[in-house]
């Protein structure tokens, strides 16, 4: 059909303006500083206060670390806290800290910059945009300075893995109120400059308390355009791209020696957004409709030349209990208009989908505003910057749908919040991440995972689209960077050159 077409058409074309770069290679030479690109600039450097990815892929592990780290398999790991014990009903944590730690500007690591980090992320004024996770916890307390002792008001299964996230790294009280322009943190590496609309450049920290970084320096360039990223790394202007959008350039790097190319997953679950608190999308009949009216297949094969993973729910493949539902919603128009018409919405129904800058939006939204004119809804694109999404969308909830990748690991917890951007209220899904949370047998929790799964699926608060591909592309002698993305980052600790 023209749609699937057009799908091969976006690949085909994108990929033959990129071709003739690849007659030219770059010219690599051995060194210890690396150029990374990123396509969205952050809107600032304080992962605990902001909600955007590009923060923590530029900060998390490198700047800032926390008491645990998730390592590139996703395991729960070792930081600042070098080991640490539960007690038997699953409520406190005791955790040995590092000694003689110091942040960037001297000031001292120990149990008090615990405290005053858990209690600053829940506090009234507290803007971290993952509150939630913090909410377990009832007091942390510190019998001596290398003893933090965290006492949760109930058991919560996922309490350890969620203080590995960037949400959770450790501030200190000096340097907190700065931190957006100017980050301290603990990490291997210390903020150098910030030249905004181009790069980020970090240098290696001398005084760090564990295993020195290999490379000197990193820079992190922004470049959103997937034409310009494929022209820049072909070039040389970069040296590896962790998150590469230009999917339809991935043969051209395959078939040059000088590159690597590594197709992992994330924890991407894109998503067609919808404003669950706004008519019609408070009508579960119109949601379920615009998930039959969208061919999920055709919509990967246009964004990410058919990499990715159709999913039918806010979960992720590789999360304890995925349950498959990618197909509880086949591409279906005539069940879409079916359901339409029952809801009472008439052919030329009007809406608005905004669109943040990276290429699963812009690229996925007029694909997916085709797929709607088929079944009778006429979608108007609304192109954004991220900062005027977050304000809008993700602040203000001012907006029928968006299309956005929810990039936090394990983050179903989302739907049991009192607000969130997409404002889903359900009476019977909070208790049932209330039962998850709290459960401490593994089989238990499994099964739990899977009715929540099924209670989205069924309710559709929003399209469950697909999990974004983690496409790297980066110089084969580049050596210790993640394949996979379990969280969001780009950690640069263990990253060198090959002799």
């Not at 923060?55 to 998730?70: C, D, F, H, K, M």
């Not at 590469?244 to 690597?260: D, G, L």
């Not at 592309?473 to 394949?483: D, H, P, S």
Request: net charge neutral; aromatic share 10%; glycine share 6%.
């Amino acid at each position: 059909m023209r749609l699937q077409q057009r799908a091969r058409n976006w690949r085909n074309g994108a990929a033959m303006a990129a071709l003739a770069l690849a007659l030219a290679g770059p010219a690599f030479a051995a060194k210890d500083t690396l150029v990374v690109g990123m396509t969205l600039e952050p809107p600032g450097l304080d992962p605990t206060a902001g909600a955007a990815s590009a923060i923590r892929e530029v900060t998390w592990a490198n700047i800032y670390e926390g008491l645990v780290r998730i390592d590139a398999q996703g395991e729960v790991k070792p930081a600042l806290a070098r080991s640490w014990e539960m007690s038997a009903d699953g409520k406190v944590y005791t955790f040995k800290l590092a000694t003689g730690v110091k942040f960037h500007d001297g000031a001292a690591f120990d149990c008090s910059v615990v405290k005053f980090s858990y209690e600053r992320a829940v506090a009234p004024d507290s803007t971290n945009a993952q509150k939630a996770i913090f909410a377990p916890i009832d007091k942390t307390e510190c019998p001596d300075p290398a003893t933090a002792v965290v006492t949760l008001k109930h058991p919560a299964a996922n309490f350890l893995f969620n203080m590995g996230w960037g949400d959770a790294v450790m501030i200190s009280p000096a340097s907190a109120a700065n931190n957006k322009t100017t980050p301290v943190g603990t990490g291997p590496f210390k903020f150098k400059t910030w030249v905004k609309g181009d790069r980020v450049e970090l240098t290696r920290n001398p005084d760090y308390w564990g295993a020195p970084a290999k490379l000197s320096a990193v820079t992190f360039r922004f470049i959103s355009d997937p034409s310009a990223a494929t022209a820049a790394m072909m070039a040389g202007d970069i040296d590896a791209f962790p998150g590469f959008q230009a999917a339809e350039a991935v043969a051209q790097f395959k078939a040059n020696p000088k590159f690597a190319v590594k197709i992992g997953f994330t924890q991407g679950k894109t998503i067609l957004g919808l404003n669950n608190a706004k008519k019609p999308f408070d009508d579960p009949r119109v949601r379920r409709a615009l998930a039959h009216a969208i061919d999920r297949k055709a919509l990967l094969e246009a964004t990410y030349s058919g990499f990715g993973t159709v999913i039918g729910s806010h979960y992720a493949p590789t999360d304890p209990g995925y349950l498959d539902l990618a197909n509880a919603y086949p591409y279906d128009p005539a069940k879409a208009k079916a359901l339409l018409a029952e809801a009472g919405i008439k052919p030329g129904f009007e809406m608005t989908i905004h669109l943040p800058p990276p290429v699963y939006a812009r690229r996925g939204g007029e694909v997916i505003a085709a797929f709607l004119q088929q079944v009778g809804v006429n979608a108007k694109l609304a192109p954004v910057e991220f900062p005027q999404w977050l304000d809008q969308v993700f602040r203000r909830s001012e907006f029928d749908a968006t299309i956005i990748s929810h990039t936090e690991a394990r983050d179903i917890e989302i739907y049991a919040r009192d607000k969130y951007y997409f404002n889903y209220a359900n009476a019977d899904f909070k208790p049932l991440y209330k039962a998850y949370t709290e459960e401490t047998d593994h089989g238990k929790r499994v099964q739990i995972a899977q009715q929540m799964q099924r209670k989205l699926s069924e309710d559709q608060p929003n399209v469950f689209l697909y999990l974004l591909p983690k496409i790297g592309v980066w110089n084969a002698k580049v050596q210790g960077l993640w394949e996979n993305i379990p969280i969001p980052a780009n950690d640069m600790t263990a990253v060198s050159w090959a002799d």
